[in-house]
């Protein structure tokens, strides 16, 4: 979900992390903050895969670290 879902809020004092707006997670700040900077790797890739839809994803290191968090989950 947080990979995928919607925006991501994180309450660093109360150690929660929104999806949406309703969606709360409790875990720790720095969960919140690594998928967020993900999911904003992941919509820049996206955006130049649209651009360019020849362009290869084969070596992409964010691929693989996506594809590694699904496998391991």
């Known amino acids: 979900m947080l990979l995928f879902g919607g925006d991501i809020d994180i309450q660093h004092r ?11 997670f409790q875990a720790p700040v720095r969960i919140g903050v690594i998928f967020k ?26 691929i693989h670290i996506i594809l590694d968090l699904i496998k391991s989950e």
């Open 14 to 24: 109360e150690r929660l992390i929104s999806l949406d707006g309703w969606i709360h």
């Open 37 to 62: 900077h993900l999911r904003k790797l992941m919509d820049s890739l996206l955006e130049k895969k649209l651009a360019n839809p020849r362009m290869s994803l084969e070596g992409e290191k964010t």
